[in-house]
C-alpha cells in the first residue's frame, strides 16, 4: 500500500481561496451589472430629452466611472446559530431552529415537515408559500441601484409522498424544502433542483438527524444555481407512534434494502427529471450502496440519475469483526436473550417514571445532548422500537461480511454513468475494524490510498474510484447526537455535494 496521503481538493488550494475567488467572480459581475443598469437608465433619459426637444443640442454624457461594488459572497461563513423558527409539534421527535440566510424578509416563509408515523411535526422556517408563485424581490446592492431577482422553485414541489410510496406509509419521516441561494436570488440565476436523501443508522430514527439535516440544509443553500430539497426517513420497524399498519414483527436487513430500494424508484419515476444524492451513516452507508446494486441490475436508467453518494462512518464489511461486534455477538447468539433483553426494556421503560430515565440517561449516556435523549427516549418506549434495534443488529453481525459489490457500484473506468462516492471513516470506529477499513481503502479507494483533509498533491489516477477519507478531527462514529459533530459534519457533507453537483452541471 502506497505511503503517499494525498487529500480531497478542488482546484483551488484551500477553502480561502475558493473563498476569495468566489467573491472576486461576484464583485465583477456586480460591476457589470451596475454599469450596465446606469447607462440604460441614461440611455432612457437621453431618449426622453430628444423625444420631448427636438431641437435641443444633443447631450454629452460621460461614460460611467468604473465603480466596483463589494457583492455578498456565495459562501459564508458559519456563525452561531439563531433561533429563527417556531416549532409546534405533537411528536417526540426533536427540532432545531434553522439559521436564517441574509436577505431575506420577514414574512417570506416557508416549511419543513416531519411526521412520526400518524403525527407531525410542523418546524416553520424560510420561505413559505414560494411554490405557489414565483416571488420576487428588489434587492439594493450599491447607490441606489437594484436588481430584479426572482426565486425559482420546483415545478412539481417535492413532498412527503413523493418519497414514500403509499405501501410503505406510515413511517416517521422528516423534509426540508429548498433554500435557494442568495446569489442566484441577486443575480436571478437559472436553478437546478436536486434531492438529498438521507439513511439513518441502527437504531434507524430519523430525528437523531434533526440538527444534521438542518444544518446541511442552511449550508447548502451557498451553492449557487441549485436548490436541494433535503429528506429522510426512519428504517422500517422504528416508528415511534403505534399505528394499525405498524408492523408486527421485526424488519430483517434484507427487507431494509428492499424498502430503500422502493422509497428510491418511487421518487424517481414519480419526479422524471430529478437527480439525487443518498447519504447515509453506518448501516446507511451499506443500505446506499445494496441500493446502487439493486437498480444496476435491474434498472440501470435510474441508477445512472444517483448521481452521488456520501456514506458517513460507514458499516461496510465485517461488522463482526469491530471492537464492539466482537463484544456483542456472542451474546446475540445464544437463544432467548434477545426476547429476554425486549422484555426487560419494556418493564424497565413502563415502571420508571421519565424523569428518573431521563436523569439514568445522563449518567449512561455523557455524550448524547438532551435532544438525542428525548429521541432515546421516545424510541425506547416505541412499540417495537427496541426488538428492532436487537433483531437488526444480530442481521448486521451475521450478513455484513465480505465486500459483495462489484464495479457497477463502486466504479468502471469504462463507465458514463458511475455514481460519485465519498466515504468519510472514523479513525478509531469502534463498530468499524481498521484492518478491514484498511483492505477495502486499498481496493476500492482513488488511487488505492487514503485521502486526508488537509493540503497536499491530488491524485489523478483512478478517477471513477471513491474518494476515501479518515477522519482526523477525533469525531466519534455517533456523530448525531452531539450538536458540535452534526455541524462539522454537515459542513463536510455539504462540500462534498458541492463537488459532485459541480461534476454533474459540467457534464463529467
Known amino acids: 500500500m502506497s505511503s503517499q ?30 454599469a450596465e443598469a446606469k447607462e440604460a437608465k441614461l440611455r432612457e ?3 426622453s430629452i430628444d423625444g420631448d426637444v427636438p431641437l435641443q443640442e444633443p447631450v454629452m454624457v460621460p461614460a460611467p466611472p468604473e465603480v466596483v461594488p463589494e457583492a455578498p459572497s456565495p459562501v459564508r461563513r458559519r456563525g452561531p446559530r439563531k433561533s429563527a423558527v417556531e416549532v409546534t409539534a405533537t411528536a417526540n421527535a426533536p427540532t432545531t431552529p434553522r439559521k436564517r440566510v441574509s436577505r431575506r424578509k420577514n414574512d417570506e416563509r416557508g416549511e419543513a415537515v416531519g411526521i412520526n408515523g400518524d403525527n407531525a411535526v410542523h418546524v416553520v422556517s424560510a420561505f413559505e408559500g414560494r411554490r405557489e408563485s414565483p416571488k420576487t424581490e428588489d434587492i439594493d446592492i450599491a447607490d441606489g441601484l437594484s436588481i430584479h431577482s426572482r426565486v425559482q422553485s420546483f415545478s412539481k414541489p417535492l413532498t412527503i409522498e413523493s418519497f414514500i410510496p403509499p405501501s ?12 435557494p441561494s442568495p446569489t442566484s436570488q441577486l443575480y436571478s440565476l437559472p436553478v437546478t433542483p436536486y434531492a438529498i436523501l ?16 438542518t444544518a446541511l440544509s442552511d449550508y447548502l443553500s451557498n451553492i449557487p444555481g441549485c436548490e436541494f430539497t433535503i429528506f429522510g426517513a426512519s428504517l422500517g420497524g422504528f416508528n ?7 408492523q408486527p414483527s421485526f424488519v430483517s436487513l434484507q427487507d431494509q434494502i428492499s ?10 419515476t414519480m419526479h422524471s427529471d430529478l437527480k439525487i444524492i443518498i447519504t447515509g451513516h453506518s448501516l446507511g452507508a ?26 458517513l462512518f460507514p458499516a461496510l464489511t465485517h461488522l463482526a469483526k469491530s471492537s464492539s461486534g466482537r463484544t456483542v455477538t456472542p451474546f446475540v447468539n445464544i437463544p432467548g436473550v434477545l426476547p429476554f433483553l425486549v422484555f426487560l426494556a419494556k418493564v424497565l421503560v ?46 448486521e453481525l451475521l450478513h455484513i461480511k465480505d465486500d459483495e459489490w462489484d464495479a457497477s457500484v463502486w466504479g468502471d473506468e469504462n463507465s458514463n454513468d458511475n455514481t460519485e462516492l465519498v466515504f468519510y471513516y472514523g479513525e478509531k470506529d469502534h463498530w468499524v475494524p481498521d484492518s478491514e477499513r484498511e483492505a477495502l481503502i486499498e481496493r476500492r479507494g482513488k488511487g488505492g490510498v487514503r485521502w486526508t483533509e488537509k493540503n497536499g498533491n491530488q491524485v489523478f489516477q483512478d478517477r471513477w474510484k471513491p474518494t476515501m477519507i479518515v477522519c482526523e478531527e477525533g469525531v466519534r462514529h455517533s456523530f448525531c447526537v452531539s450538536t458540535e459533530f452534526s455541524d462539522l459534519i454537515a459542513e463536510k457533507t455539504a462540500r462534498w455535494i458541492e463537488e459532485i453537483v459541480e461534476k454533474d452541471l459540467r457534464g463529467l
Do not use: C, W
Open 286 to 311: 451499506y443500505l446506499l450502496l445494496s441500493i446502487l446494486h439493486n437498480l444496476s441490475l435491474h434498472n440501470p436508467a435510474l441508477k445512472s440519475r444517483i448521481i452521488g453518494g456520501i456514506g
Open 198 to 213: 438521507h439513511i439513518p443508522g441502527n437504531p434507524g430514527l430519523i430525528s437523531y438527524y434533526t440538527h444534521y439535516l
Open 168 to 179: 410503505l406509509r406510515p413511517t416517521d419521516a422528516f423534509l426540508i424544502p429548498p433554500q
Open 45 to 47: 433619459s437621453q431618449s
Open 350 to 395: 413502563t415502571l420508571i417514571p421519565a424523569v428518573i430515565l431521563n436523569f439514568l440517561m445522563k449518567i449512561l449516556m455523557p455524550a448524547h445532548e438532551q435532544s438525542a435523549r428525548d429521541t432515546t427516549l421516545s424510541f425506547l418506549k416505541s412499540p417495537l422500537g427496541v426488538k428492532q434495534a436487537l433483531y437488526l443488529g444480530r442481521d
Open 5 to 34: 496521503t494525498p487529500s480531497k481538493r478542488s482546484k483551488y488550494a484551500n477553502d480561502e481561496e475558493r473563498k476569495a475567488a468566489a467573491r472576486e467572480r461576484q464583485r465583477i459581475y456586480a460591476a457589470r451589472k451596475r
Open 259 to 268: 424498502r430503500q430500494v422502493e422509497m428510491v424508484s418511487h421518487l424517481l
Open 240 to 246: 415511534t407512534s403505534t399505528s394499525p399498519d405498524s
